[in-house]
């Protein structure tokens, strides 16, 4: 199993561990620079927090990694708002702006986003140690394989305890936990919470509408194709990045999109009940202006063909 362990601000710490509500909300653990990028860990993999050295040194927590965006501070503000760890969007730039010891610093300037959920705080007496293999000069973190570590390493043991082994830590790791933790079945989660889901199909669909093409930000909206009340989760191929006013003609099924070609379908209601819709009609049969890079990511045949035949409209 995959581990990180990310150096953490004292104020993000205090400010997160303090909320009551955090429950499964998405925590947005942000790097002030978008150039570092993150390819450490995976989907489902563990991020371990440490309080810097001076600032007690410790394994202070940990969250389940969902994925690793670029965003401006306004839509990280907007989509994660407390849980940025900061209490108002001001203090977040001011906060940004310190890191990057720069005089004023713009609400569209871009971060990175290593996007968290159940995240977990350690009470004082449960923190743990410092690993012993860690560096004074590293800054952003490290990574870890479980594979490769004693039961008694910190960071195994900070393993155990965020997945509530009780009270008192084992000497040895249990046989359920150790296929948890070593074997094939790792400790996943299948799906975004629902921020996550929000940054991940902008970036996926590089902050552009689907279908138009539109990349004014404030319009654009993910989408689900398969909505939750039917069933439906928050996962990349789950979701379109749509411009408003396409987002509320896809929902009520007055445009829909082929399940294996991506191209733009409008129904014939659309003229039959307004009389109009002739800019979309001349779109019809258009593949997708944008679509995202990784082909697991892109719409699902399975998810569209259900809109097909569930909500598109057909002639009345």
Request: proline fraction near 6%; charged fraction near 25%; glycine fraction near 8%.
């Amino acid at each position: 199993m995959k581990v990180f362990v990310g150096n953490t601000d004292r104020d993000w710490i205090r400010l997160l561990s303090s909320r009551a509500d955090l429950g499964d909300a998405n925590v947005n653990f942000w790097f002030p620079s978008p150039n570092q990028g993150f390819s450490a860990i995976r989907h489902g993999d563990l991020f371990l927090f440490k309080s810097k050295k001076h600032e007690g040194n410790q394994l202070v927590g940990a969250g389940v990694f969902e994925d690793f965006v670029r965003a401006r501070v306004l839509d990280a503000w907007e989509w994660f708002g407390l849980g940025n760890g900061v209490p108002t969007l001001d203090a977040f730039v001011e906060r940004l702006r310190r890191y990057r010891k720069v005089d004023r610093l713009p609400y569209d300037a871009e971060i990175g986003c290593v996007l968290l959920r159940m995240v977990e705080f350690f009470p004082d007496i449960r923190r743990l140690p410092t690993p012993p293999e860690w560096k004074d000069e590293i800054v952003k973190g490290r990574g870890y394989d479980t594979d490769l570590l004693s039961a008694g390493h910190p960071v195994v043991r900070a393993v155990v305890q965020f997945l509530r082994t009780g009270e008192e830590l084992p000497d040895q790791i249990p046989a359920y936990l150790r296929e948890q933790m070593f074997g094939d079945a790792k400790f996943v989660v299948p799906r975004l919470g629902q921020e996550a889901f929000k940054a991940v199909i902008a970036e996926n669909y590089h902050h552009r509408c689907a279908i138009t093409g539109e990349k004014v930000r404030p319009v654009l909206e993910a989408a689900h194709i398969l909505p939750v009340a039917h069933g439906g989760i928050h996962r990349p191929d789950n979701g379109l990045l749509l411009r408003s006013d396409m987002h509320t003609l896809f929902d009520r099924g007055y445009i829909g999109i082929t399940p294996t070609k991506l191209e733009l379908v409008v129904s014939p209601r659309l003229r039959e009940e307004f009389g109009n819709g002739d800019a979309l009609y001349a779109m019809a049969g258009s593949s997708l202006r944008n679509r995202p890079d990784h082909r697991a990511d892109r719409p699902n045949p399975e998810f569209l063909e259900w809109h097909q035949e569930t909500v598109f409209l057909k002639s009345a």
